[in-house]
T-cell receptor
Framework: AQSVTQLGSHVSVSEGALVLLRCNYS??????LFWYVQYPNQGLQLLLK??????LVKGINGFEAEFKKSETSFHLTKPSAHMSDAAEYFC?????????FGKGNQVVVIP | DAEITQSPRHKITETGRQVTLACHQT?????MFWYRQDLGHGLRLIHY???????NKGEVSDGYSVSRSNTEDLPLTLESAASSQTSVYFC????????????FGPGTRLTVT
């Protein structure tokens, strides 16, 4: 069965600093990997997805993620945090027509 | 534009009552899903459907049921609401392909008193 691990439920980052959210996955087949963002009182919105094309995936709002098979990782980064990046971020892995989600990272941006 | 909607957005009910949460999508997607979101647990799958008349249990299905009579709708029913079912519920849909990308509704906040 597929699963993902996200460490650190709360992540604080200074405005203008690098945002790094870690995701490690477990999958018995080549994975489809996703990052979703959830703003307060809203549903989840797709940030980016990996579907076995390029290993470096660019998403919306300046985010990108790199697929590393040897490390079973799909970490999310953004070079410079903005106040509007304050949200909860979920990593997910696809398999059997379903998604398995990590527990999420709550990102706080400090001015 | 295609969308996925949920109603009601907020609901307060009493223990033991039956509650139905609605989910409607206009993407014409075959796959539909119900999740609950709780602090410290992320999103957990309750039930899912791969098409009309198809329903399947997820990891936290006890106390919940769904039915799929058409492509657009997957209502979630709490047979006898319990305080442990106080949560935020999300509906999602996806195409019947291998890409697995899901589109989410805005959520329903349910409080069971």
């Amino acid at each position: 069965a597929q699963s993902v691990t996200q460490l650190g439920s709360h992540v604080s980052v200074s405005e203008g600093a690098l945002v790094l959210l870690r995701c490690n996955y477990s999958s018995s087949v080549p994975p489809y990997l996703f990052w979703y963002v959830q703003y307060p009182n809203q549903g989840l919105q797709l940030l980016l997805k990996y579907t076995s094309a390029a290993t470096l995936v660019k998403g919306i709002n300046g985010f990108e993620a790199e697929f590393k098979k040897s490390e079973t990782s799909f970490h999310l980064t953004k070079p410079s945090a903005h106040m509007s990046d304050a949200a909860e971020y979920f990593c997910a892995v696809g398999g059997n027509n379903r998604l398995a989600f990590g527990k999420g990272n709550q990102v706080v941006v400090i001015p | 534009d295609a969308e996925i909607t949920q109603s009601p957005r907020h609901k307060i009910t009493e223990t033991g009552r039956q509650v139905t949460l609605a989910c409607h999508q206009t993407w014409n997607h075959n796959n539909m899903f119900w999740y609950r979101q709780d602090l410290g647990h992320g999103l957990r799958l309750i039930h899912y459907s791969y098409g009309v008349q198809d329903t399947n249990k997820g990891e936290v299905s006890d106390g919940y049921s769904v039915s799929r009579s058409n492509t657009e709708d997957l209502p979630l029913t709490l047979e006898s609401a319990a305080s442990s079912q106080t949560s935020v519920y999300f509906c999602a849909s996806s195409e019947g392909t291998a890409s697995y990308e899901q589109y989410f509704g805005p959520g329903t906040r349910l409080t069971v008193t």
